[in-house]
């Protein structure tokens, strides 16, 4: 069937066509055709160009998966977490925390504006450093938010709290301080551009430590058995060998343009979108010093669903709205991996200049 949408909503993403021909290959069998083994190892040497010298596993299952899989098996019940949030994404950390028995703090920002690093020194010093781990957010992609990693990464430092980071749509996209995170989560279906259904985690060595020594009551969500799959060519079930395909074609094509290339690109068409926007009366929903290269979340004040369905309809360009409470209000447009083309940018700023008439 043809279609010629132009998605340009903040994953899943567009995926290009290496990466489909690369998935639609004929595959071995991952349980007993050795040559799986390596293939995996070599991917994740691959994926050091993004992650740097962590030990990295690759989950079968949708970003959320990894999140829930960090949580799992560093927390066990009654540890306290400190979860940072300045959007949704932040604040759901809290329920994974509360669900295998952690007790999560949130420190909670508003939406609109960074993490409070004062507020957050505050809990810190508060606590006595009685905190098993942190989570967070680096990009919360319902309001565009990019928040800095840096400072925070400090604190948890100073008080020897462990890091667990959702880096799904930036990590690709933007630079991540991935060698200071202790569990750094990615996804296959935001800034690598390959098809959803994978998640992939960066894993320090405290975090290990931290992990060998928890009981998990988990199977699915145990990162535990990652350590040591590929050197005793054995994986916790079935791997997915067209995803892990397609995801090493999507690697491949980022390590062929270089990562600076790609973020520079990134910076490049979220600075035109954003520009184009200005020029239609339309401002980013956070700060703007806080807009991520990856997606822009534009104020449209109580129109985004009419303008998205106009956009679809009459130009066949597709976007997203906002969510939990921003649907009407916000309305999103993914730049990120494959989307951040200037020409599929340019094409849907054209459309929504249309759509808004002058």
Not at 199 to 222: K, M, N, Q
Not at 249 to 261: K, M, N, P, R, V
Not at 293 to 321: I, Y
Request: with cysteine; aromatic share 6%.
């Amino acid at each position: 069937m043809d279609d010629d949408r132009l998605r340009m909503t903040p994953g899943p993403t567009a995926v290009p066509e290496p990466v489909r021909e690369r998935m639609s290959e004929p595959t071995p069998n991952p349980d007993v055709e050795p040559e799986f083994v390596e293939f995996y190892r070599d991917l994740t040497d691959k994926l050091e160009a993004v992650y740097g010298d962590d030990d990295v596993a690759i989950l079968s299952g949708e970003g959320i998966l990894g999140l829930e899989a960090a949580v799992a098996s560093l927390i066990e019940e009654g540890d306290r977490v400190l979860c940072l949030a300045n959007g949704i994404y932040g604040e759901g950390f809290a329920d994974f925390v509360e669900s295998y028995g952690g007790e999560a703090v949130v420190c909670e920002s508003p939406w609109r504006g960074p993490l409070d690093l004062e507020a957050i020194e505050s809990t810190l010093e508060d606590a006595g450093g009685e905190f098993t781990a942190a989570t967070m957010v680096h990009c919360e992609t319902p309001t565009g938010v990019l928040n800095d990693l840096e400072p925070v990464l400090d604190l948890l430092a100073e008080y020897d709290v462990l890091s667990i980071v959702d880096a799904v749509s930036s990590l690709g996209g933007t630079p991540v301080p991935t060698e200071r995170i202790d569990v750094c989560i990615g996804a296959t279906q935001k800034c690598f551009s390959a098809p959803p259904g994978l998640t992939v985690l960066s894993i320090s060595d405290p975090a290990w430590e931290r992990i060998e020594a928890t009981g998990t009551d988990g199977y699915y969500t145990d990162l535990e058995p990652w350590r040591t799959a590929v050197d005793e060519e054995w994986f916790p079930y079935t791997m997915p060998v067209s995803n892990l395909y397609s995801l090493e074609a999507a690697i491949d094509l980022l390590t062929e343009e270089g990562l600076g290339s790609v973020f520079s690109r990134h910076e490049e068409v979220a600075a035109v979108c954003r520009e184009r926007a200005r020029g239609m009366g339309l401002e980013p929903y956070p700060d703007e010093e806080l807009c991520s290269p990856t997606v822009t979340a534009l104020d449209v004040e109580g129109r985004a669903l009419e303008v998205q369905q106009r956009l679809d309809d009459d130009h066949g360009v597709v976007l997203s709205t906002g969510l939990y409470g921003l649907e009407e209000d916000v309305l999103r447009i993914g730049h990120m991996g494959h989307n951040a083309r200037m020409e599929a940018v340019e094409r849907t700023m054209d459309a929504l200049e249309a759509v808004l008439g002058p």
